[in-house]
């Protein structure tokens, strides 16, 4: 019997998780948390062998969540599971300890090829995160192509809300960060990406991922 977490807040993509997981696992418990805070209590009272985890899960609080949850289980293997484009945040995840990561966009095949992978104790990467990663390890040093490698992980989640049209104190709010935190994060996001508007912010992220989808 596997005993398996879903983190998910929104029920239609819980359901087809659990359909996915049902189908391709033969004995299976499925838990299912609809924000972080619940997500720590299933895993401090269950002993779970996988736990699919949405990255923009209220309550969470970025690559923070997985230590989190291996305090409390050491050994857990944890898939990343997110909506949030693909080319941006992988790397940030495994280097904090994930095991995969899969995008919601991702077809079921690869969703599945990702929870067999990580339940067997492996690892899952697409084929897009794949290159990344052979380029950050093989990296001469240099400056990145694309300046959006160069964000940190907690520089890429201001910037999302910057792009949500959220207000400083409702992002420091969101992260959990003092108002003057943003504030710096977003002249570190501007100066990295050479703008200074949130408008040359959207446009010059969306030409970017352009770049980087191509």
């Given amino acids: 019997m596997k005993h398996i977490l879903i983190v998910e807040d929104h029920a239609i993509v819980r359901l087809a998780s659990r359909s996915v ?3 391709l696992v033969t004995t299976v418990n499925i838990y299912e948390a609809a924000d972080f ?3 720590i209590y299933v895993a401090s009272e269950h002993e779970l062998d996988l736990v699919l985890l949405d990255i923009d899960i209220p309550g969470g609080e970025g690559t923070q ?3 989190k949850i291996r305090n409390l289980q050491p050994k857990v293997p944890i898939l990343m599971f997110s909506g949030i484009d693909e080319t941006l945040y992988p790397l940030h995840y495994l280097k ?3 095991n995969g990561f899969v995008s919601k966009n991702a077809s079921i095949e690869d969703l599945k090829r990702a929870i067999l992978s990580v339940l067997a104790g492996g690892r899952y990467l697409s084929q897009r995160v794949q ?5 950050s390890t093989f990296d001469d ?3 990145p192509t694309n300046p959006l490698e160069s964000l940190s992980q907690r ?4 910037m999302d809300l910057l792009l949500e049209g959220r207000w400083t104190k409702e992002i420091a709010t969101a992260l959990n960060i003092t108002g003057s935190s943003v504030s710096t994060y977003k002249f570190r996001i501007f100066e990295k990406l050479e703008v200074t508007t ?3 912010l959207y446009q010059k992220v969306e030409f970017l991922k352009s770049l980087s989808g191509s």
């Fill in 198 to 200: 949130i408008i040359e």
């Fill in 21 to 23: 997981l049902e189908e």
């Fill in 131 to 135: 290159h990344q990663l052979f380029k």
């Fill in 155 to 158: 520089e890429l989640e201001v």
């Fill in 141 to 143: 040093g240099s400056k």
């Fill in 65 to 67: 969540m997985i230590g």
């Fill in 96 to 98: 904090a300890g994930a």
């Fill in 37 to 39: 805070k619940e997500a």
